[in-house]
């Protein structure tokens, strides 16, 4: 009670002490982790973490998720972490060097911005945030701070490092100029639609902690869990959730895309139609006034102009009959063409060019060197798996974050790098909600020309004291 009334500071004068005494105390041998969120994606993080680290804490507004984690980090740690469902009074009260962030979008940007200010490096799940405003503001606030902050976009660590080959071949001039790139997306998640009946909910659920800084909708099983990302107020659908993996192997393909105006224009069907979702998104309509109805569009597709450097489309329409569906990346220029994919349990890399390439010892020693660099000079030596306890495959993603907490440095998922990939998704979701083409500077961090509505939908009112 006592956090709550601290309000927008969420942890408040406490949070400033702690980060004293942490700045003053360098990480420990095995660096004590707070996890935040441990359902699904959340707990598998957390408990990679622990395969380099020890968690020392975990937080989940769902006590049922806690007893579930606990029995998975037991085949990892015989230490018993504390446990809360506030992760405001684990940020104050532990003694920890780092915290892992596997919450649905919608809480990202607080619980990073708390994290820093509280003198805690942070290894947050994708995306990074659900707005580019939330990702301009939280950027600057890692700038500003001396703390390692890693995005869970393992694409550029592991998957025995296809996506990344694929990225080196194209910044070596492997596949000619321009680039043309076609990215492959789900379409949406699920058939069902709603609209959806509400209940009490859950007795070992915090609802009120679990909605935060989104909207105080009223509980429905479809609003929770792994279906969030069905709804614009905590998740924005497969072409972020998705999308930004993608989209970041792309423009890690293209370093000059940081510094090059962007063109964007994109569609979609949208379940509550577009024109009442662009009033909502532009708080001009409340998300009250919805239907309780999954509302993330479906059936999209974009296109974005990084000047004269690449072409994108992003292609996340349902397949015709008769035709599979696709997730992946294609990469092709007038010398040559990549596929490269992870879909399911299934890695696939496709490249008739470079696979002549490097046959030459030359060309292969340029292209790891070039890899190398890519990564800061860490490149992973698998790209993948670094063994197996039990159930549990620690990764070399998570070794990243590990390492940069010891070394100071820089991960090899940075967050610059993924708040402009994200930027990108979150772009061409707005272009569609707006129906109009999009110009955008990404130095200058705004809009080229006169643009409409697509300012309004820049940023979103949080709900305080969360926001």
């Not at 820089?410 to 967050?415: C, E, F, G, K």
Request: aromatic share 6%.
């Amino acid at each position: 009670e006592v956090l709550r009334a601290l309000g927008s500071t969420g942890i408040g004068a406490v949070a400033v002490w702690a980060r004293a005494v942490r700045a003053a105390t360098p990480p420990a041998a095995r660096p004590r982790v707070i996890a935040i969120g441990v359902r699904s994606r959340g707990a598998a993080i957390a408990v990679g973490a622990a395969a380099h680290a020890q968690v020392v804490a975990v937080c989940d507004v769902d006590r049922s998720m806690i007893d579930s984690f606990l029995g998975r980090l037991a085949k990892v740690q015989t230490e018993r972490p504390r446990t809360y469902t506030d992760y405001r009074e684990a940020l104050a009260q532990e003694q920890a060097d780092a915290v892992t962030i596997g919450t649905p979008d919608h809480w990202h940007a607080r619980m990073v911005a708390d994290a820093v200010r509280a003198g805690l490096d942070v290894y947050v799940e994708k995306p990074l945030t659900l707005t580019i405003a939330e990702g301009d503001a939280l950027v600057r606030r890692v700038r500003e701070s001396d703390r390692v902050v890693a995005v869970g976009t393992q694409q550029r660590t592991e998957y025995d490092g296809i996506f990344l080959k694929a990225a080196a071949a194209v910044r070596l001039g492997w596949l000619g100029h321009p680039v043309r790139a076609n990215i492959f997306l789900p379409s949406h998640y699920g058939n069902k639609l709603g609209p959806f009946p509400t209940r009490e909910p859950p007795q070992e659920l915090d609802w009120d902690l679990w909605r935060g800084p989104s909207w105080a909708a009223p509980y429905c099983p479809e609003r929770c869990h792994g279906s969030w990302r069905n709804w614009l107020e905590t998740g924005n659908g497969p072409a972020t959730d998705w999308g930004v993996h993608h989209v970041d192997i792309v423009l890690w393909s293209c370093p000059d895309a940081a510094r090059t105006e962007w063109r964007i224009e994109g569609e979609a069907d949208f379940p509550l139609g577009r024109e009442v979702t662009c009033e909502v998104l532009a708080q001009r309509q409340s998300f009250d006034t919805l239907p309780n109805k999954f509302n993330v569009p479906r059936n999209y597709r974009a296109t974005i102009r990084i000047g004269d450097l690449m072409h994108i489309e992003i292609h996340g329409c349902a397949p015709q009959a008769g035709q599979a569906s696709r997730n992946g990346i294609e990469l092709a220029g007038p010398e040559g063409r990549i596929w490269v994919s992870r879909s399911g349990s299934h890695h696939e890399f496709q490249s008739d060019r470079v696979a002549q390439l490097e046959r030459s010892p030359a060309d292969r020693r340029a292209l790891l060197d070039e890899m190398d660099r890519m990564c800061r000079g860490r490149l992973p030596v698998a790209g993948g798996p670094v063994g197996q306890i039990g159930d549990i495959i620690p990764t070399s993603h998570m070794a990243d974050f590990i390492r940069c907490i010891r070394e100071r440095a820089t991960p090899i998922a940075d967050v610059e790098s993924h708040h402009l990939a994200n930027t990108m998704c979150l772009l061409a979701l707005i272009s569609m909600t707006v129906a109009r083409p999009l110009k955008w500077l990404p130095l200058e961090h705004r809009f080229g020309e006169d643009c409409g509505d697509a300012a309004l939908l820049l940023k979103r009112h949080g709900r305080a004291p969360f926001a």
